[in-house]
Structure formats: C-alpha cells, structure tokens
Nanobody
Framework: QVQLVESGGGLVQPGGSLRLSCAAS????????MGWYRQAPGKQREWVAS???????NYADSLQGRFTISRDWAKNTVYLQMNNLKPEDTAVYYC??????????WGQGTQVTVSS
C-alpha cells in the first residue's frame, strides 16, 4: 500500500517561507503525477501544484509564482517551496499522488499557519 508522509508545516510570519516535504513509499516512478492541494478553514480543498512524471510542473494561477514544486528521485520525495507567504495561505496542505488513471493517494495533511 502506498503511503505519503508529509512534513515541514508550521507557523511563519507574513513574507516568510516554508518548504514542505512529501516522502512516498514505493517509487515515484509508479505515479503518473504527484502534487499538492490545500484546504483553508471554511473552504473547499483546492489544487496548488502538480508534477507529471514525464512533464513539467504546473501551478494554480493565483499563486503568482510564489510556490515551486520539485522532486528528488533519489530520496523519493516531492517538495513544495512556499515563498512570500500571506495570511490567506493558511491551510492544511495535502500531498497527492495518482497511479495510472484509477488510483489516488493522499497524505494526512500538514498545517501551515501564516500569522504575525
């Protein structure tokens, strides 16, 4: 069974940065795409970024270049670098992976709080 283990969340001031990590059991090569979603209080879960196995990274337009998704094949880990964080970025961030077109996997979520 595939497991996604997230880390790196926490409390940061506006304008600060955080780097989230998602370590996948098994191989990332078995996944068609890996990415990140987030869910803010009182809002629906929204897509943040994704990285197809054989393609380029994609981002939600609203992030305006502040977030960067990356992969480390040797560590079997996907990252989300978040810069110039704003209070509205406060949310639970979820790692996501899709195998083929049938199966989706989710991490347990990690809390990111942006506040002064």
């Amino acid at each position: 069974q595939v497991q996604l283990v997230e880390s790196g969340g926490g409390l940061v001031q506006p304008g600060g940065s955080l780097r989230l990590s998602c370590a996948a059991s098994g191989s990332m090569f078995s996944m068609n795409v890996m990415g990140w979603y987030r869910q803010a209080p009182g809002k629906q879960r929204e897509w943040v970024a994704s990285f197809p196995r054989g393609g380029s990274a994609n981002y939600a337009d609203s992030l305006q270049g502040r977030f960067t998704i990356s992969r480390d094949w040797a560590k079997n880990t996907v990252y989300l670098q978040m810069n110039n964080l704003k209070p509205e970025d406060t949310a639970v961030y979820y790692c996501h992976a899709q195998r083929g077109s049938r199966t989706d996997y989710w991490g347990q979520g990690t809390q990111v709080t942006v506040s002064s």
